[in-house]
């Protein structure tokens, strides 16, 4: 686990946190993924700028943010041809501390987690990735109470192959 409190990588591709999908976005149970309120989306949203103002240019595999709810999580379904590990960023606002899991292929990667602060500063992993299209994905739980505050992620290439 490594953690950072500004952004020192460098590489070419694209730069910020790419806009969320509905593969990518989070939602309280019953609600439809997306849906939330304007104090919800704020927090979402300042989660989201602290992440992108710390990031420099990276090539982007996906990434997203919401609001902190009791468990949450995201799978990016396969990584481009060539790539051999994939950065994970997190980064959480609102006080607090969350608990990350990683995984690849949906096994856990153990030397991957770790617990972040909710105080705008970033969790950064890597991954080994596996074969070519591995999915690589987190979970995500706050600890006791600290759900109040938002939360954005971000999955990079690391490493690949040359052709």
Do not use: I, W
């Not at 969320?20 to 976005?25: E, I, K, Y």
């Not at 990276?58 to 468990?71: F, I």
């Not at 959480?92 to 995984?103: Q, Y």
């Not at 938002?150 to 490493?159: F, L, P, S």
């Amino acid at each position: 686990m490594t953690l950072f409190g500004a952004g020192a990588c460098s590489g070419g591709g694209e730069s910020g946190l790419p806009s969320s999908s509905s593969s990518s976005s989070s939602s309280r149970a019953g609600e439809p993924a997306g849906a939330t309120g304007s104090g919800e989306a704020a927090v979402a949203e300042e989660a989201k700028a602290v992440l992108e103002g710390l990031l420099v240019e990276r090539e982007s595999l996906g990434g997203g943010s919401g609001v902190l709810v009791p468990q949450f999580g995201n799978t990016h379904p396969a990584t481009s041809e060539g790539v051999v590990s994939v950065t994970f960023v997190f980064t959480c606002t609102g006080g607090g501390e969350v608990k990350l899991r990683n995984e690849v292929k949906g096994k856990d990667v153990p030397s991957a987690a770790g617990t972040q602060e909710c105080d705008g500063s970033l969790f950064q992993t890597s991954v080994d990735v596996t074969g070519p299209d591995a999915s690589v994905g987190f979970t995500a739980t706050p600890v006791e109470n600290s759900a109040d505050g938002g939360y954005a992620y971000a999955y990079y290439v690391e490493k690949k192959n040359l052709p």
